[in-house]
């Protein structure tokens, strides 16, 4: 294995150059910026001794040309609106260092991860849980369009879909800037991440009466905003006693109807989520999350109606990719590392529906994330790129 | 006293064809339509035998050419945006036939109780607490433009203000429609009210640390969403124990930053205001709410900030004008009438500064006010003259 980190970190500084927007870059999923990138690095698995791809969905695909077992390598190469350079390119930029050092890895980009057009387009097109119904029915999140249109422009139109080779692949590999302060906090330098969260979203509507504050006594009232604060009350007291050390749960957001200071609410809608990496605490809190609503349409005259409006499962990583990277992490930063569940997704959560999957992360700097601030320090890039390219070292011949 | 309840509605009706709006009407403070009917009630003012002036502030007074002792009676004749045709037009039109009844009576529109301009201009302005410096610096809450152009567009400019002479009146008469729901609900007719509720309003606002819910756990978080509803909810619990009987106290506005689903709230805007009808009520509602935002700053890792907003002192109304109204109450419509604390604002609690005051309530049609739609039974408006009446008649003899 021969790993050149300057290389690593050169293409790094290339791929910025595309699409800068101050420090940080804006290439979403098939703009001519995006389309421009993943150009620019079909050229790069190229001239890395790779057979590359751009396939009907985007996905940027390089097929090692010697013999496995093999490993399958990447991440995303858009990113969100004015947002990092780092986010998703350098799980991309590692995976090719790892082709370029001799490692017989299958690099991937996977496309629009980051969901300008739908869930995990690139990566469920790869795993087979893609129709072309689904493409049909795609839209562009911020603007309406609708998704065909916006292949044909980005020259993609009539490619066929790669899927992955069945048997080919011992395992997936991500390496992933660590969006938190965890691994800063604690003046930590890699994450061996021990799985991918999974998380359950629901709408929380309370429907109340509207009245003016001034005539309406406390009986009288139907105030739909303090149902709100009572049931959400009930869920900070109440989830503790059912989550697990690391579970989740937030309320993102909060309307109130019409949200005047002097008129009684007579509706609230919340956004609640809760995130765990086990089904069976998730369940849990599922289970508690559904009493504690009938509880409060027991107690209160103003309904409430719990929808569920989003569910990814969640992904555990491979014992043994986690202990190659455990092993590759102790060997180059001996203490200065610590496992841990990623809260964020990623397509490694897709590609475990087919694949032994493992993850890798860095700190972020402030913990600064989807947005054009986002860094890290140049010798955390450096040591990320060693311990994976270890670790897969490892875990190929394990 | 020679009470003629059917001119009182005709007037009522004649009113209600300026501005019309559906059924309701449309005739903010200065506008040609408001001042369209400041002229007509003027005209029918001097109709009644009063001598009629508007005054530097759009005040529209009838003075009693007769002897005393003196009442003072009326409301406002401006209505809120596209709202109701009796709110604060009951008032005037009540008093007008008060005067027509031949009862030494000066009649008074009081000019903006709605507060498009500011705080009850015109009633501020009868008992001496408004300065010029003031009238220079009110601007339109809606548009922000200039009160004085606007006083010169309505030809008010230049004219005198008219204060209250001292010692002329025995007391202050306003009927009004209650605003809410409780005549109605307890099948009854006649409000006679006890006082007018003071208000205490602040702006809550707590600091926290906007992050990804994915990448920060629990103990790292800082969610000025939560924190407010763990205030809130303290609050829901504590202030039943401090409160009275008809206190009551609201969450109106509930902004979070940047209320989005799966964003920490990095900071949290509420809008909170209690009523009562005792100062030393509310001095212990707000002792409470200063120890539980204490308590809160002290639990929490989000410090939360509390602003005073608004503050207006309660009013209770004159013993005597009660008796009157109660004698009046029992003696017209027998066991279908309450005493209630006004739980709006109006001109009484200004005029009260100077006057003893009392207040009558009409049912409002399921409590709608401010809006187009509301109304009230002619029964109950011609009832609610007849009680005005009486009670005006009894208080002055008394």
Redesign the interface.
Known sequence: MQLDTDRFLQDLDALRTIGTYRTGVHRPTFSPQDMESRHWLARRMEEAGLDATIDGIGNVFGRHRGRGPHLLAGSHIETQNHAGWLDGALGVIGALALARAGLPVDVCAYADEEGHWGDFLGSRSLVGDLTEADLDAARNRTTGAPLRPALAEAGLAGRPRLALEEGRHKGALEMHI?????LE?GGLRIGVVTGI?G?R?WRIVIEGQQ????????R??R?A??AA??L??AI?AEFPKVCAE???????????EP???????GRAEL?F?F?DLSVEVMDRMEACLHALVRESNRRERCPARLEAIGRSEPAPCDPAIQAALRGAAEALCPGAWQEMP????HDSQVLARKLPVGMLFVPSIG?I??HWSEDTKREDLELGMRVLAEGARRFLQA
């Open positions: 660590e969006q938190g302060t965890q906090t969260v998380i979203q009245d003016h504050t001034g005539g309406t006594t406390m009288e009232r105030d905003g303090l604060v009572r959400l009350a900070d690391r579970s989740v749960w937030t309320t993102g957001r909060i309307l109130l949200n005047l200071p002097m008129i009684i609410p956004v989520s995130r990623s809260g964020a997704i913990g994330s989807h």
